[in-house]
């Protein structure tokens, strides 16, 4: 069974650092595209950053220049380094992976539990 199991949340105070971590663990075959989600309070879920297994990157607006994603398919792990942290960047954060269980199965989208990121003074 694939775990997606999450970690760096906490408390940071305007302009300070974080890094999230995403590991996937379990009997998989191919770990494809991962990302990082995140939900604030009253909104809706959005995605903030995107990476291939090739490494190719993608990222909403309001994070570019500040969040970069990163990966290591050894480890099959996700990593998300945020910087330059904002108040609006408070919410929860979701890893999502696309992950293939065996030669010739289906690709199956999973997510994390969440981790915690509040950005205050």
């Not at 770990?31 to 490494?55: D, H």
Request: charged residues 15%.
């Amino acid at each position: 069974q694939v775990q997606l199991v999450e970690s760096g949340g906490g408390l940071v105070q305007p302009g300070g650092s974080l890094r999230l971590s995403c590991a996937a663990s379990g009997s998989i075959f191919s770990l494809n595209t991962m990302a990082w989600f995140r939900q604030a309070p009253g909104k809706q879920r959005e995605m903030v950053a995107t990476i291939t297994s090739g490494g190719s990157t993608d990222y909403t607006d309001s994070v570019k220049g500040r969040f970069t994603i990163s990966r290591d398919n050894a480890k099959n792990t996700v990593y998300l380094q945020m910087n330059s942290l904002k108040p609006e960047d408070t919410a929860v954060y979701y890893c999502d992976a696309f992950i293939i269980w065996s030669l010739g199965g289906r690709e199956v989208e999973h997510w994390g539990q969440g981790t915690r990121v509040t950005v205050s003074s």
